[in-house]
């Protein structure tokens, strides 16, 4: 198997990070979050490496992680997304009170509804889903074994972790999710979070201030 490329993006007014993924020598690509305007940067990307973009999997349905993805979604991309952020996918309006203003996002169709526990196909490695809510009723972690590799969203940053007072967060349910599903997989993890710099597993169950294992 070729060895997996990621390229990391920091994009949109608030600089969300978004991951291409693709093999080196390959042609196909998945895209991990949308932020809004992401076009601009990935379309010329995939163009530059002589990529095609096979799938959007998108970690939640916040504005900032979903707005550019019906900027380049065709009926060739297959979207992933969980069913709790169904609303924030098709009526993506009902975000504009906690989005930047003068702001119109337009609504985005998940063509794959996944679950926890679900398993993904990225470029012929094994993907786990696990359904992490807190942030809100709909966050996904994928995490890839093979790769050590686990993609976030908004549940855990380094050394923070995502906002729990946004409509739809608890921070009990967000502590659950990050005891429960972040902070047991292997310690060497790679943690590719939705803002900020990567971190690991083993680094934030011993430092960060915010949850604590059990």
Known sequence: MDSLRIEKMELGPIGTNAYLIWDAGGKEAILID????CNDAVLPFLERESL???????????????????????????VVGHHD?????????????FAMPGMNFEPVSITKWVEDGDVLNLLGRKVKVFHC????????????KDEKACFVGDVIFAESIGRADLP?????????????????????????????PNTTVGHERQVNPFVRPV
Not at 34 to 37: M, Q, R, T, V, Y
Not at 85 to 97: G, I, R
Not at 135 to 140: A, L, M, R, V
Not at 169 to 189: A, C, M, R, W
């Open 133 to 144: 809510p807190g942030h809100c009723p709909g966050n996904i972690i994928f995490w890839v």
């Open 168 to 196: 739809g967060g608890n921070f009990e349910t967000l502590e659950h999710s990050i005891q429960t599903k972040v902070y047991t997989l292997p310690e060497d993890t790679t943690i590719y979070p939705g803002h900020g």
């Open 85 to 97: 952020d169904k609303m924030l996918f098709e009526q993506p309006s009902v975000m504009s009170t």
């Open 34 to 37: 949308a932020p809004p305007d």
């Open 52 to 78: 095609s973009l096979k799938e959007i999997w998108l970690t939640h349905g916040h504005w900032d992680h979903m707005a550019g993805a019906a900027d380049i979604v065709d009926s060739n991309i297959t």
